[in-house]
């Protein structure tokens, strides 16, 4: 009778680099995963100190539900090389403003930021008198528009928007 013995098979350096690239392989697929949903996700919102923020958020929470109880819709309109905004209330009637300032956000460049005023302008808009313009085309992107609409509150309507810019004109 004869004997097979089988041999153990031996861990050789072979196998050793076969472990070590499926290692890396794994580590910087999740890496690369990682790093496209973050990309992707991102919203842009930086703050300079997220502790002070955190205390402001329940104070411009309750002047938000104020706000929108009001009723009050905003209409932006960018073509042309102008920049319009009107008010009007739940009804449809414009709604009469002070004045109006706005800040163009870059989502990812700080240095792209723009700050206007716009001065009352009449016409435009269908049944507005109430509109404030001023010349301005910002670049083809995604901006964040923070605006500030005086309409004698104690405190400015604020309308923020995320929007997009092609060709010149809003999309």
Known sequence: MSAHIRKPREFTGRHMLIS???????????????ATLARKSWTGLVVENTYVASQQFNEEARNGRAQAAL??????????????YSLVDA??????????????????????DEALTLAAATGGIPGNTQAFAARHMPKDGVWIVEIDADAGLTSPFRDVRRIMISKGALQ
């Open 20 to 34: 070590i690239l499926a290692f890396f392989a794994v580590v910087i697929g999740v890496n690369i995963a990682m």
């Open 71 to 84: 009723g009050w819709t905003g209409k932006l309109t960018i073509a042309s090389g102008e920049v319009r």
């Open 91 to 112: 009804e449809g009637k414009p709604v009469p403003m002070h004045g109006v300032r706005m800040l163009f956000r870059h989502p990812a460049y700080e240095a792209e």
